[in-house]
């Protein structure tokens, strides 16, 4: 495996995880079968098979930012050898592989589909959830020519249960952002409802528990602070901006986009507005938010909403802490900065603050713990459905 962070390099050496739901024994057995970390790319000329796997984040200007698998392309270009298949996993727009990449390697002097091959295959991962593993999920494969959808069907089938080949490379980068703008757009609707619902009193998770009865035609999604992770608040932004080349606009994306984004500051408004009913003003209170990661059980904090939640209520002058059993201290990001380590949840701790703000719902929290001791919980979650006077649904 190949990396540029000397510092997980390292770690993979001495069999260490740095990622929570991979545990350090798939390491040990990795190294032990031959697995070499290295940050050196000349070892990839000794490999058959090289999957990319890097960010596809945004620029400031919310716009698809390929510089890692560019910049990555370009290092592995002088180690690239006739025989060799390529393949991107990195949730990217319609057109990358064939655009972006394809050129880079032809200009290297390599036939794709005749001496070297190169498909698109998405990475789909739900990490935290034990009932899928990448063995079990199936796997999608489109390939530049069929000769290159061939190799790469035959590898995923050699260690994926099932592969689902495409027509086009194209086709497959475009699944990978239909399942995620489709999810997207979803939470962005029960969001919206969440507000409605809010406003005429009606606990919108019970609603939607009852309406998921139905055994057609309905799917549960939940709503919550906002959406959080690497694909989920991203990967839309792809589609857009590319369908702009075609003079098209996603009017009903971004509006699900919007919504989704907003969402943070209409919890934060329903934490002042609990505040201002108990004689108290944001400024200068102590507020614990409960969970860093943006998903339950996960230590993944990308996009997570709770951070955007720590920098509202600071820049309103709020003294902020945060508890999370995933995540022991606030880590490096681009665009966020926090010296804080998580808070134990003892009883003392909790008493302490003026408010916990409940926005990632880990299952190592003791929710009856946390109700007895707090002074005011703004619930983002749908845990406390029983009414209790030191609730307040948001």
Not at 49 to 58: K, Q
Not at 189 to 216: C, Q, S, W, Y
Not at 267 to 272: G, H, Q, S, T
Not at 325 to 333: A, D, H, I, T
């Amino acid at each position: 495996g190949l990396d540029v962070d000397d510092e997980k390099i390292e770690q993979l050496r001495q069999g260490k995880s740095y990622i929570n739901h991979i545990q350090p024994e798939r390491i040990h057995r990795s190294l032990a079968t031959g697995f070499l970390a290295s940050s050196d790319f000349s070892v990839a000329q000794e490999a058959d098979i090289i999957i990319l796997c890097v960010p596809t984040p945004l620029n400031k200007y919310r716009e698809p930012d390929l510089s890692y698998v560019e910049d990555t392309v370009d290092a592995l270009l002088p180690h690239l050898r006739m025989g060799q298949m390529m393949s991107l996993e990195s949730t990217t727009y319609p057109g990358t592989t064939e655009e972006v990449l394809l050129p880079k390697i032809e200009h290297a002097g390599l036939e794709v589909g005749t001496d070297f091959h190169l498909v698109y295959s998405p990475e789909r991962e739900d990490p935290g959830n034990p009932n899928f593993d990448t063995r079990s999920i199936p796997k999608i494969v489109g390939g530049c020519t069929s000769a290159c959808l061939d190799i790469g069907t035959h590898f995923y089938a050699s260690i994926i249960d099932r592969v689902v080949p495409v027509s086009s490379t194209k086709t497959a980068e475009l699944i990978k952002l239909i399942e995620n703008i489709h999810r997207a757009v979803n939470i962005g609707l029960v969001n919206e409802i969440k507000i409605i619902a809010d406003r005429m009193g009606i606990d919108v998770h019970e609603a939607i528990d009852a309406a998921a009865t139905k055994p057609f035609g309905f799917t549960a999604y939940y709503p919550g602070p906002g959406i959080g992770g690497h694909c989920i608040p991203i990967d839309p932004f792809y589609l857009t901006w590319k369908a702009r080349e075609y003079n098209l606009h996603t009017r009903f994306i971004e509006l699900a986009g919007e919504i989704n984004a907003n969402m943070p500051v209409w919890v934060a408004n329903k934490l002042i507005d609990a505040l201002n009913d108990r004689g108290k003003s944001l400024k200068g209170s102590r507020i614990l938010v409960l969970g860093l990661a943006y998903k339950k059980n996960t230590d993944d904090t990308r996009e997570s909403p709770s951070v955007v939640l720590l920098d509202i209520l600071a820049g309103k002058g709020a003294l902020v802490a945060y508890s999370d059993p995933y995540v022991p201290r606030f880590p490096k990001m681009r665009d966020h900065e926090f010296e804080l380590e998580s808070v134990a949840l003892t009883p003392e701790n909790i008493a302490r603050f003026d408010a916990l703000l409940l926005a990632t719902d880990h299952d190592d929290f003791d929710y009856d713990l946390l109700r007895e001791q707090a002074r005011l919980i703004i619930d983002t979650r749908g845990i406390y459905r029983d009414s209790h006077d030191n609730v307040i649904s948001a």
